[in-house]
């Protein structure tokens, strides 16, 4: 299983340099997991490059059509007190920021805890850091797994 984290989401949304790499991981992975505020953090994206003027209305409206396609097909992980827990012992543990480590969070749930059943992908070296750290696989867009240097 491929676990999504928002950066690697936006791509698909809007063309940048890593649109071709994750259109690439989403023709192998149909069934998008994430967690339940990627839709948020999505849309905040957008329209941040919308009032910065890097993307222009037309693509903003053509994003937020494909946000919503996605998201309908996509599994989320919810807000649990077990979710909550693990986001504060990851605070403890990593420099992360709380929407980071709630997506790092979201990822070993959606494993069952069971890291090795979780490839996880994102642009954030930050956070592939900590999900490395924690045993988590590193989904490299090109369709292999990246090596764990952690």
């Known amino acids: 299983m491929i676990f999504w984290d928002s950066s690697a989401i936006v791509p698909l949304l809007v063309n940048e340099p890593k649109t071709a790499e994750a259109q690439t991981a989403l023709k192998g992975d149909r069934a998008i997991m994430v967690w339940c505020l990627t839709f948020l953090e999505a849309t905040s994206a957008l329209n941040r490059r919308l009032r910065t003027e890097e993307i222009h209305f037309g693509h903003f409206r053509a994003g937020e059509e494909r946000l919503k396609k996605l998201s309908a097909a996509w599994d989320q992980i919810v807000f649990s007190d077990k979710l909550t827990q693990l986001t504060a012992r990851l605070l403890r543990t990593h420099p992360l920021r709380t929407a980071d480590a709630l997506q790092l969070a979201a990822a070993l749930v959606a494993g069952g805890h069971d890291a090795s059943q979780v490839n996880f ?12 750290r924690e045993g988590l696989s590193l989904f490299d867009a090109q369709g292999s797994l990246k090596e764990k240097d952690a």
């Open 121 to 132: 992908f994102s642009y954030d070296e930050r956070l592939n850091e900590a999900a490395a």
